[in-house]
């Protein structure tokens, strides 16, 4: 019998929690850091260093010697220099253990060695890391030992922003200003922030780690860049909510544990559509918070899979021809006295809030449509963005046939006099009850769509970070909310204003709502006709970074500087191109040393068995035109293989990092796809004894 879990009493065991401040510190202290926490300032280095003794005292109690300051820096992944909690020993030669005020508050990583687009040259190492108070420290446990993690935001010695959460942090407060200005206007005097709120959905692959270790493209690359379709893939659709095997459930169960511990409220874990994929879905909170928790659930899911003997694939397309993988993106606004700015109530054509925030968001989003479908672009997208399982590279908005109906309604007349109602499902069974239906149905080929109070953007990348689009989110809708509240406040009739102001906003944007099938190629083409933008990868998209409507959004609510954007773009040309490098040298390596290799030996084996019937007197036909076949595939090869080494030695000698990158997209992928098609094809014919690698239905089916 398995040991029983409780859950409640390990969950946030290894987080310093506002519980256990509250139980560790004197009340003023305390009372200060949650002044903080709630309404901003800095901590007085008094209150600091008491602070940081409490902490280090938890935290050596707990096994740790060491702590680290636990930023994001423009990798998209974590970093961390371990300091331990040792000092001076004493007079007698005794250890002690400490840990200061100062030392919680700010940290000096080297800040030349992380991606800067040119902010910090090699000669320019300093870089600060500042104490994110508002995420709470934690515990990492491996085999380096327990160490102490503070989340921190991470900046040059010049005040740039070198990181995911700086501007994110800044782009919260921008959207909650603006948004407390919105619903003063509706008589809310008791709320004092509104929250941004978010519940990231992870989808990711699991894959046996022997198999794994035998392909070097998942090891380079995180993705197969070679592999012939297997003879069964999802198309029966039995693997999406199917039963959890043993191995993937043992997993799953060991990833909740670590997750809870950390106080990463996992809650829903099932199998996806693609074999060998899986989802979990955390509850929503803070975003900031639900950032450092992304990332912390992207790192164990990797830790744990190790130890059942598996490998974590994040990557957006590991396997071509299934489905890739996405981190839906739950959004929504909320006040800290309890009202969800999204909640459309029971008659939201009457909720005139609700609809001025809806308006605002429709502004927002058909606005600066091109920076939303920038914040989810990374290079995995590109492979996921358009295909079956994902939104198009189209940015539109799923209101449901309720609210869209509402939205004709205020747009045609002026007024939302009905209300298109549920309904109730009958099951046409006696002993299965009859509900009533929601007002809307789901629509998961949208890449932003209301789903009830809250936005799902479904274009975010699996093994993205997802701070750059709720970055961007918090920064487009509180520019909508700063322009409308100040229209709103000047108004002598503010009941005849906000009529007005939303009928504007719907009739003027409601180009944005689309709630037809978003894979259809029909709504390329409507998109079109609407002009609505088509970006269709990461290295088109990274100038919308840059335009003058985006120096102006971001500069205005001081989240981006023009430099720090243009800083991001250059990093973005410079990340698509060295992830296409590597993944070519890989292809090359691959094909030179193991594919064609074993195709030649194969086909010498072909040659001498064509000899032996021949001289038997039989007929060699067949065997012959399986050499000749396998021949042709193998010169194919070998010709895209000389194509793929030239051009791939062209691009890294290109100095401009723009041209460089849109070359790696236009001809080094393209020299790519040319090597991989005859030698995925030379799968499918040669003998599997003889194949070098694993295959995809090895790789996914035999977990």
């Known amino acids: 019998m398995s040991e029983v879990l409780n859950v409640e009493e390990i969950f946030a065991s290894k987080v310093f929690t506002l519980g256990k401040m509250k139980e560790r510190l ?146 919260m407060e921008a959207v909650s200003e603006q948004a407390l200005r919105i619903v003063r206007l509706f008589g809310n005097t008791e709320a004092t922030k509104v929250v941004a709120s978010v519940g990231p959905e992870q989808e990711y692959f699991l894959v046996d780690r022997e198999k794994y270790l035998q392909r070097e493209d998942l090891i380079f690359a995180g993705r197969t860049l070679f592999g012939a379709p297997a003879p069964k893939g999802q198309e029966l659709e039995d693997h999406y909510f199917g039963t959890i095997r043993e191995r993937i459930g043992s997993y799953m169960k060991d990833l909740n544990v670590e997750l809870w511990k950390l106080g990463v409220t996992a809650k829903t874990q099932h199998n996806e559509v693609a074999p060998a994929q899986h989802e979990l879905a955390p509850i929503y909170e803070t975003a900031n918070i639900a950032v450092d928790h992304n990332q912390l659930v992207m790192e164990t899911m990797k830790k744990v899979a190790g130890r059942h003997g598996m490998t974590c694939l994040l990557h957006e397309k590991p396997f071509a021809g299934v489905n890739g993988s996405g981190k839906h993106n739950n959004w929504s606004l909320g006040t800290d006295n309890g009202v969800n700015l999204l909640d459309p109530g029971d008659t939201p054509n009457e909720n005139i809030q609700f609809l001025l925030v809806l308006a605002c968001i429709m502004k927002a989003v058909d606005t600066h449509a091109d920076l939303l479908r920038q914040s989810a672009s990374d290079v995995g997208n590109d492979h996921r963005l358009g295909a079956n399982e994902a939104p198009p590279a189209i940015i539109s908005m799923f209101l449901g046939e309720q609210l869209e109906d509402v939205v004709k309604q205020l747009v045609e007349t002026g007024e939302a006099a009905h209300l298109i109602a549920g309904g109730k499902l009958e099951t046409g069974v006696s002993t299965l009850p009859d509900f009533e239906k929601d007002a809307t149905d789901r629509n998961r080929t949208s890449p932003f769509a209301f789903t009830g109070n809250k936005f799902e953007f479904r274009m975010v990348g699996s093994a993205d970070s997802i701070a750059s689009p709720n970055t961007t989110l918090n920064a487009i809708v509180a520019e909508a909310f700063c322009e409308a509240a100040d229209r709103l406040e000047k108004a002598d009739n503010f009941e005849v204003a906000v009529h007005d102001l939303i009928k504007e906003y719907m009739t003027e944007h409601q180009r944005i709502i689309f709630n037809g099938n978003g ?120 010709s895209a293989l000389s194509k793929l080494e030239k051009v791939t030695a062209e691009a890294s000698a290109m100095e401009d990092v723009k041209a460089q990158a849109f070359f790696y997209k236009d001809s080094v992928k393209a020299a790519m796809d040319e090597l991989r098609a005859p030698i995925d094809a030379l799968e499918m014919i040669v003998d599997k004894k003889v194949w070098p690698v694993p295959s995809y239905g090895e790789l996914t089916f035999e977990v």
């Open 26 to 171: 004197p009340k003023s202290v305390y009372k200060e850091v949650k002044r903080v926490m709630d309404q901003g300032g800095e901590l007085s280095l008094a209150a600091a260093d008491v602070v940081a003794k409490a902490m280090k005292d938890w935290a050596v109690e707990n096994g740790a010697t060491h702590y680290t300051h636990w930023f994001q820096p423009l990798t998209g992944i974590t970093a961390e220099k371990h300091d331990a909690f040792v000092s001076h020993p004493d007079a007698e030669g005794k250890m002690i253990m400490e840990f200061s005020g100062k030392e919680l508050i700010k940290g000096e990583p080297d800040a030349s060695s992380f991606p800067s687009g040119g902010l910090r040259a090699t000669f320019e190492a300093r870089g600060y890391t500042a104490w994110d108070i508002t995420s709470p420290a934690f515990l990492k446990e491996d085999a380096t030992g327990v160490i102490l993690c503070i989340p921190t935001a991470f900046c040059s010695y010049t005040g740039e922003a070198l990181d995911k959460k700086t501007p994110l942090l800044r782009s």
């Open 519 to 638: 894979y259809s190629d029909e709504w390329v083409a409507e998109a079109e006709r609407r002009g609505l933008p088509n970006i269709k990868s990461m290295v088109e998209a990274a100038s919308t970074l840059t335009t003058e409507k985006a120096i102006k959004l971001f500069e205005k609510f001081g989240i981006f500087t023009k430099v720090e954007l243009e800083s991001r773009e250059e990093i973005i040309y410079e990340t698509y191109a060295k992830t296409i490098n590597i993944e070519a040298l890989t292809m090359i390596d691959m094909a030179s040393k193991k594919y064609i290799p074993a195709v030649i030996s194969y086909t010498k084996s072909l040659a001498d068995t064509v000899i032996a019937v021949k001289e038997a007197g039989a007929d060699a036909a067949v065997q012959a035109e399986v050499l000749g076949e396998v021949s042709g595939y193998l010169a194919s090869a070998k």
